[in-house]
Nanobody
């Protein structure tokens, strides 16, 4: 089992920045994928960014078109922690953000490919 705990959400004005963190604990894998999903009221859950690694090296980083150039996903090997740096935030970025993880995924943006989920953290961007 893998436990995921998100932190760092909050209220920010448009144009501002936030950094989300996701700390993983429990079972670890040499091959791992972690992603950030978000869900706004009345909308489907969407993946905004994902990172995959094999052994110690990051192999793939992917972003949704809506956040490219504004969001940056990264990880800390030693802490098994993933981050999402969100800059130039827009009101449409308002959502509950979830951290997800799995040892083996198919498509990085498909929610059902991830077995482990955090509890979510609210991000609200005011105009």
């Amino acid at each position: 089992q893998v436990q995921l705990v998100e932190s760092g959400g909050g209220l920010v004005q448009a144009g501002g920045s936030l950094r989300l963190s996701c700390a993983a604990s429990g079972r670890t894998f040499s091959r791992f994928a972690m992603g950030w999903f978000r869900q706004a009221p009345g909308k489907e859950r969407e993946c905004v960014a994902a990172i995959r690694w094999y052994g110690g090296a990051t192999s793939y980083v992917n972003y949704a078109d809506s956040v490219k150039g504004r969001f940056t996903i990264s990880r800390d090997n030693a802490k098994i922690t993933m981050y999402l740096q969100m800059n130039s935030l827009k009101p449409e970025d308002t959502a509950v953000y979830y951290c997800a993880a799995d040892s083996n995924i198919g498509w990085w943006y498909v929610a059902r490919d991830y077995s482990y989920w955090g509890q979510g953290t609210q991000v609200t961007v005011s105009s």
